[in-house]
DNA sequence: CGGGATCCGTCTTGATACTG
DNA sequence: CAGTATCAAGACGGATCCCG
């Protein structure tokens, strides 16, 4: 994707302005989900094609790393890096936001 | 646009989570931009199909609001509600994040 | 003529079925 | 369980059209 402009916000919007990217975020960061299977029960069901590529994304840009669990099958955890973790406040502020402003939303869960 | 759950990220990505909206609301609320041909000047070259359709759902969310000027052609300027305003700190947050995480990133112009 | 809506081809995103 | 392949749906960009 490329970017559109040296604004941070535009920046920044290349790669978290859509639907799900925050979400996965949230899971990583407020819900400590980290396999795959676990953000696909999240209740906005995300299809695996679409969580497939966010994960990708989110490891290209230096915001999350995937290790490898399980001794013999193919298993892999995600995890916020530091850099990922700088987005909490962010998050943060949204949820401020969207409390005062939309009605009826709580923390799912 | 149905919302996916009652998260209060969730909730505002359903209305702020796409590329271009806070775009937008960058242009109203930073550059103090108001009028159509304002918006497309912007460098990351917004369309004018996209501009119509997130300036209607700005306002549709109550974010926005239109008033006509000039006295006799049909001109409209948009500006920011209250509401719309509450958004700043989140737009604030993310010029943060992305100055402190994203190469090369400025305020433009 | 200038503001903005509509149409259409293309690219992107998403849902579902399926595989290692 | 953790993804990939396939196909459908939606978003975008640009041109054009329409109205005051």
Redesign the pocket.
Known sequence: ?NRRSDCPISCALDLIG???TLIVLRDLLFFNKT????FLESPE????????????KLERAGLIE?TPYSSH??????SPTEKGKTLAPVLNEIVCWARQNIEDTVMYG
Chains 1, 2 share one sequence.
């Open positions: 994707m859509d639907r799900w396999r795959f299977d676990e069901h995300i299809s695996t094609s679409v969580l497939t590529d966010r994960l990708h995937k099958r193919l298993r892999m955890t995600y």
